[in-house]
């Protein structure tokens, strides 16, 4: 069920839990007409309120948990989006300490990396694989073009604080990876669900004025909402709320305005014009 779920849009996933809720109230409703007609119903509903309040709030933690983790990886995503934007910015800035056709080669790798790694942010699904190629192929050519650049980084002495960058990029690129296929536990979804499907059987059972059952229909449709926003959050690849790529966009800004050519206006005066 969650497999098929996952493949709902926002207003499918609204549409089919309001629906498993409004049925669920039936059933319920059905329920209590039925044991009124045969004399088990008790006038006094005190009880019965008791219990739907606690249900509720049962409900109301479960689903404020749910949120929580969905937000918390949500926001470990936007996180690493940042540190990946520190680490290229880094490791492009110290490309330019190397001889050429290092520095040159370096640069316009890491200029094409950024640029796939947007685009792979933003990608549809069916184009996700291919960026993905592309992004691992890119990283095979980085490292190459460093391991080909280490007798010059050696030369100015920045071996180990040039590997450190380079491995920080690839090290993020596994992490975003990952953080991307993360999503909410199943069993924790498929327990809400349930949840919210009980609770608004229960909920149909009790109430009776039909002032009231209005107000159940208005709080079933802001729970599928609620519930849609969760199953969004959880959707790194495919969802409508992704993180910002902000800062990715403004290192490709930074990167594409200060070739190589910009660092030699004080190592090789007038080769640049200011």
Known sequence: MV??????????????????????????????????????????HSQEGYLVGGMIGVLALLMAFSFGMALDRFEERRHLVIQEANAIGTSYLRAQLLDEPHRTRLSNLLVAYTDNRI?????????????????????????AAVTAARDSAAAHSISVPLLNTYNEVIDLDTERKVARQVRVPA??????????????????????????????????????????????????????????????????????????????????PGRVNP
């Open 187 to 268: 069993p924790l979804l498929v327990l809400l669900y349930g949840f919210l499907v009980i609770t608004a059987a229960v909920i149909g059972y009790v109430l009776e004025e039909r002032r009231a059952r209005i107000g159940a229909f208005v709080f079933f449709l802001l729970l599928s909402f609620y519930v849609a926003i969760i199953a969004d959050l959880s959707r790194p690849a495919s969802g409508s709320i992704r993180e910002s790529q902000e800062p990715m966009l403004m290192l490709r800004a930074s990167l594409k305005s200060q070739p190589p050519k910009v660092f030699d206006q004080y190592a090789f």
């Open 119 to 143: 685009e792979l942010a933003s990608a549809k699904p069916a184009q996700q694989a291919q960026r993905l190629a592309a992004n691992d192929r890119l990283l095979t050519e980085i490292w």
């Open 3 to 44: 497999h098929w779920l996952s493949g709902l849009s926002l207003a499918g996933i609204v549409i089919f839990s309001l629906g498993s809720m409004l049925a669920a109230a039936v059933l319920g409703h059905a329920m209590y007409v039925l044991q009124h007609r045969r004399g088990k119903v008790k006038e006094d």
